[in-house]
């Protein structure tokens, strides 16, 4: 698909006039249409949301654990080694 691709789809929504009205005037101040005012803010709320649910912020002594946490080697348990022999059993590999 080529970056000069048809644009359509579609989303439909009702309103208040009032909130119409704060759209139409924000719309406006940017120079954009309706439709790119709401799509392009659409486009960036949804950014946002998929940016703070897909990442973890650390404080600096927690990144520090988690990095000392990776950087430690396994201790091989008894409990570790049952669930492992367990799992050989249970889950063959193709």
């Keep these: ?17 009032s909130a119409k009205k704060l759209i139409e005037r924000a719309a406006t101040f940017e120079g954009k249409t309706v ?15 998929i940016q703070e649910h897909e990442s973890i912020k650390l404080s600096e002594r927690d990144a520090q654990r988690f990095f000392d946490a990776l950087a430690k080697p396994i201790a091989f348990n008894k ?16």
């Design 35 to 49: 439709s790119s005012f709401i799509l392009s803010s659409a486009l960036a709320s949804a950014e946002r949301t």
């Design 79 to 94: 409990e570790l080694t049952e669930a492992l022999t367990e799992h050989d059993r249970r889950v063959k590999s193709i």
């Design 1 to 17: 698909m080529t970056g000069t691709a048809a644009q359509n789809e579609r989303i439909n929504l009702r309103l208040k006039q």
